[in-house]
């Protein structure tokens, strides 16, 4: 047994233990001759305490919070045990006087552990300095006063012409800061805002101005520089501070920053320039992206007095919005082209022979990788082996709309909570709703009671998915992290899968999404049969062909460093493209896996699938417009990888508009010819060429047959169903979902339109 150090006169403080775990710690702590009291956190301020024990979560205060309010108290402070199981224990890092111990343990480890503890507290180190890294620049930090005058005088020059280019201000906060700011204490807190001054200066130039601001932020004079400069500038400034561990009342903390920033040459006053940055700063924390935000202003416009035919037209409009759409883009696409080769063969330039060579040549190449794609699918890539090192703490993230799918989010959690996984679990439901909902929130909060690895958090300012990924990433302890959508019930086992390729090399990995309530409708159905087609031949059939795989979405498992450093922009429709895209372009490893499975609910009507497919080719539109010219230039993809990011992102939003092209050049050879049954239909090139196109539907359904889920191939109707469906209409109502999606994109209608969820049928 280990003798405690006799120095010790007041009680230990047990807070938020259950019943069973505080037995497990009582009896060998008074055994070996401690004073011990149980508490609830009103006791905090009740007492003079050496140590408090206490569960790393209770109702109310999280354990960062708990140690920052036990430092801001008593001097000096106690010491701080977390006990808990091991999915439950958060990172503490290198800070005096508090540690964690998994439950169960043995006696003699948690008696050792408290001694070890104690003189910590009575015997405290001197503060750690600061990192090397710290000690490369040093400016001088104002305050506030002091920076609206260098603002003031900035502005002067600017205003007068003697300054060259633009300047900006900016203000910059630490997100997760406001939470316990209460509690951390003048000095921690003008600590933390020096270590953030010492990394912002690692960069600076020797004319910029820093400050600490009135309204705890930090606060940036960039003078004489460019509105892309100052972009570039404060991005990797964002990127420096979201991945360096600050050292937050003695412990290692990841904060988010958020940045706004305002040119001051149009500012009204230097008090407006610092408003107005400050109010980007507010619009930047709503994503927790990383992005600095640029002051914009309102877009206001002029208000007119609408006429009564323009309010009926808009009604009109708005009720049939999606039949005027397609009729629009259908005249674009068949009528426009049509007048072209009329005009232009009607005065003796016939450019039709060109056009159906260039068409059957794009239709054929397109043909041919299809079918590469699904021979090189047939060739399943084995997992890597068991990894060499013990499996590491893991965490979940389910972005959740509560409204929409408060009737299957429980289910969800409890999927999740069967997870088979050697290490620590962690499971955080991330969710937004526009209105309380008490009763599913208490049962959320209830089921976390129940079992300590499930966190759920309600993001208050949320409106999309990736606010809600953004907002639990500061909280994530796992040293890799899969994200879902809230539909998703993972396979038992693919945590472990997921590792086993993270370990051996891979930065993201692609499971196949597996659709678990087919037999609800016939859209259910036929979307069953597409996911096999996109998740078990597409994906690891395109990432051969091309050399890097692309999505890294739902069922998605990321290296949790990579993730907090791209995080996901919420101003893209399909945000989990986008961070997988840039991780590509940095040169990062996507693989995608057909056997890392997680099965989730499909559209059941075709409105509610409309409406996810128009914001998926729209979102896909977004990543094609931003990220072609970018993977041409990337110095991390070979000649072959960026072939296929021209097949993958031009070609997919050309390919819709070339398609249709044989209608309109037949309209134009029967009007030559004088009528359809004049013209020359046996043609050779036409013939094999049509056939061979023809083809690729029926392949590819056959590789989805051969590699589908053993569950799905029970239902042989509905390959057949599918194949049918495809032929008939349903390839052609996808090419028609693009094109609208081009034209709405055009239209600037960028609403994100969320998709109806149903219960899961059992």
């Known amino acids: ?44 301020s009740r007492g003079r305490w050496q140590l408090v024990i206490s569960a790393p979560s209770i109702p109310g205060l999280g354990s960062m919070e708990l140690l920052a309010a036990l430092r801001e108290g008593q001097h000096p402070s106690p010491g701080l045990l977390l006990v808990g199981p091991a999915g439950q224990l958060p990172p503490l890092g290198d800070g005096p006087g508090a540690a964690c111990i998994a439950w169960p343990f043995e006696p003699h480890e948690l008696v050792g552990r408290v001694q070890a503890l104690l003189r910590e507290v009575q015997n405290p180190a001197p503060p750690a300095p600061l990192p090397e890294l710290l000690a490369v620049s040093r400016l001088p930090v104002l305050d506030e006063a002091a920076f609206l005058d260098e603002l003031m005088s900035e502005r002067d020059e600017l205003r007068a012409g003697r300054a060259p280019g633009d300047s900006f201000v900016v203000a910059l906060r630490l997100n997760e800061l406001d939470q316990f700011r209460q509690r951390l204490g003048t000095s921690s807190e003008a600590a933390l805002w020096q270590q953030v001054a010492e990394l912002t200066g690692l960069d600076a130039m020797a004319d910029e101005k820093l400050a600490r601001g009135g309204q705890g932020d930090f606060l940036m004079l960039l003078p004489g520089t460019s509105r892309r400069q100052a972009a570039f500038r404060l991005e990797a400034l964002s990127s420096r501070l979201a991945n360096f561990p600050l050292q937050l009342g003695g412990q290692a903390a990841r904060l988010s920053p958020v940045l706004g920033y305002c040119g001051l040459r149009r500012s009204p006053s230097a008090t407006d320039g610092l408003a107005r940055a400050r109010d980007a700063a507010r619009q930047s924390a709503l994503h927790l992206d990383l992005h600095p935000v640029l002051w914009q202003g309102p877009k206001a416009r002029p208000a007119r007095q609408a006429g009564p035919v323009k309010i009926w037209w808009s009604r009109i409009y708005t009720a049939q919005a999606l039949f005027f759409q397609y009729a629009i883009t259908m005249l674009l696409g068949l009528g426009l082209p049509f007048l072209v080769y009329w005009g232009l063969g009607s005065n003796g330039y016939d450019i039709s022979t060109g056009v159906y060579i260039f068409v059957v040549v794009a ?97 208050q ?3 999309s998915k990736a606010q809600n990924v953004n907002a639990a990433l500061p909280y994530v302890t796992g040293e890799f992290t899969a994200v879902f959508d809230a539909d998703h019930q993972p396979d038992p086992e693919s945590f472990r899968r997921g590792w086993r390729w993270l370990s051996h090399g891979a930065d993201v990995v692609q499971g196949h999404c597996f659709i678990r309530n087919g037999a609800a409708s016939w859209v259910a159905k036929m979307v069953a049969i597409e996911f096999e087609q996109i998740y078990a031949v597409s994906h690891p059939g395109r990432a051969r062909l091309h050399g890097f795989g692309i999505f890294g979405g739902s069922n998605g498992y990321w290296r949790t460093d990579l993730l907090r450093e791209l995080r996901m922009h919420g101003f893209m429709l399909t945000e989990d493209i986008d961070s997988s895209m840039r991780a590509v372009v940095r040169g990062r490893r996507i693989v995608s896996d057909p056997y890392l499975v997680s099965r989730e609910l499909a559209p059941e009507t075709l409105s509610a699938l409309t409406k996810q497919r128009l914001r998926w080719a729209q979102g896909w539109l977004q990543i094609s417009l931003k990220w072609v010219i970018p993977a041409l230039r990337a110095r991390n993809l070979t000649v072959r990888q960026k072939l296929g990011m021209l097949q993958l992102l031009a070609w997919r939003e050309v390919y819709p508009w070339v398609s249709m092209q044989i209608l309109p050049l037949i ?58 469906a495809s032929t008939l209409f349903y390839a052609g109502l996808k090419n ?18 969320v998709t109806p969820r149903v219960k899961a049928k059992k």
């Open 667 to 724: 309209a134009w050879w029967a009007v030559q010819a004088g009528s359809l049954a004049r013209i020359d239909w046996l043609v050779p090139l036409f013939v094999v060429t049509t056939l061979f196109t023809l083809s690729t539907g029926p392949g590819q359904i056959l590789f989805t047959y051969k590699l589908a889920d053993p569950q799905l191939k029970k239902h042989p109707s509905w390959f057949w169903f599918y194949t049918m």
């Open 363 to 459: 239709l054929t190449l397109t043909s041919l990788s299809i079918w590469a794609e699904g021979l090189l699918a047939l060739r399943r890539e084995d997992p890597p082996p068991e990894p060499a090192s013990p499996y590491p703490s893991a965490s979940a993230i389910i972005a959740a709309y509560l409204p929409n799918e408060a009737p299957i989010i429980e289910a969800t959690v409890a999927a999740f909570l069967r997870v088979q996984y050697p290490a620590p679990l962690q499971i955080i439901l991330a969710y937004n709703t526009p209105r309380d909902m008490p009763d599913i929130e208490e049962r959320l909060r209830e089921m976390a009671r129940e079992d300590p690895r499930f966190v759920p958090m309600r993001v």
């Open 1 to 44: 047994m280990v003798v405690p150090s006799p120095v010790l006169g007041e009680p230990l403080l047990l807070i938020g233990l259950s019943s069973s775990l505080a037995a497990d710690v009582i009896s060998p702590l008074t055994a070996a001759g401690y004073k011990v009291q149980l508490g609830t956190l009103a006791h905090l």
């Open 736 to 753: 028609a979902w693009n094109r609208i999606a081009h034209y709405k994109e055009w239209r600037g209608e960028t609403a994100w339109v």
């Open 461 to 463: 300012t949320s409106t």
